[in-house]
């Protein structure tokens, strides 16, 4: 039977919660996929929760930051609150981040120096199209947020080459699940 000294700690007792955000609006997307994958292959006492609708997000715009700001922002703040760390899965266009993911990045910028993922572990992944998997949009995307509030795990790195998962969901792919998952645990090991 395990023992407070055997693996029990605050952090498993009440378990940890990951913000998950995709990138990619798409039904089909891959990047999709990933978030399944990462679900699936939770360590024990680790909730990724998928924040999933970032596609209801007004355009950032600070005359509408304001005590009336839109339900979707408030969602997606109550969210960031409740998370202990935040996994990124994102796809790349046009060299660099989609759209709807860079807005995201800057509701939860706001309050300024007071945002609600301020200084909480997170670490950036995903899948691309090009033989680099989409490393600008992530190396990108690594920066916008190290700017916006949170803590980037930067040494915390997966680029997926989409080709590389034979049109296969990426859990057929050992190498993929295995370092996704490696991630995961590295990132909650992360919370203070
Ligand atoms: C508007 C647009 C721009 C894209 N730009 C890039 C790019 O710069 N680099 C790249 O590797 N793939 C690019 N792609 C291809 C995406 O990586 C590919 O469609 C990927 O599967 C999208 O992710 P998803 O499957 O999660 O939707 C682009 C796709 C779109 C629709």
Not at 51 to 67: A, S
Not at 130 to 138: R, S
């Amino acid at each position: 039977m395990a023992t407070d000294d055997e693996g029990m700690n605050m952090s498993d007792s009440k378990g940890t919660n990951v913000l998950v955000l995709l990138g990619s609006l798409r039904a089909a997307s891959i990047n999709r996929q990933l978030v399944e994958l990462a679900i699936e292959n939770a360590p024990d006492g680790v909730h990724l929760r998928l924040f999933d609708r970032l596609g209801e997000l007004p355009f950032y715009n600070e005359d509408i930051d304001n005590e009336d700001v839109a339900e979707p922002v408030v969602a997606l703040r109550r969210a960031a609150t409740e998370a202990d760390a935040t996994l990124v899965i994102t796809p790349e266009y046009n060299g660099s981040i989609p759209g709807v993911l860079k807005n995201a990045i800057d509701w939860l910028s706001r309050p300024w120096g007071n945002g609600a993922l301020k200084d909480k572990p997170l670490a950036v992944v995903g899948a691309a199209l090009g033989q680099y998997g989409g490393v600008w949009a992530h190396d990108e995307t690594r920066k916008s947020f190290g700017v916006a509030g949170p803590r980037v795990v930067e040494d915390l790195k997966l680029s997926v080459p989409t080709k590389s998962l034979d049109g296969k969901h990426p859990r057929e792919n050992a190498e993929v699940a295995a370092n996704l998952r490696d991630i995961v645990g590295k990132l909650v090991a992360e919370v203070g």
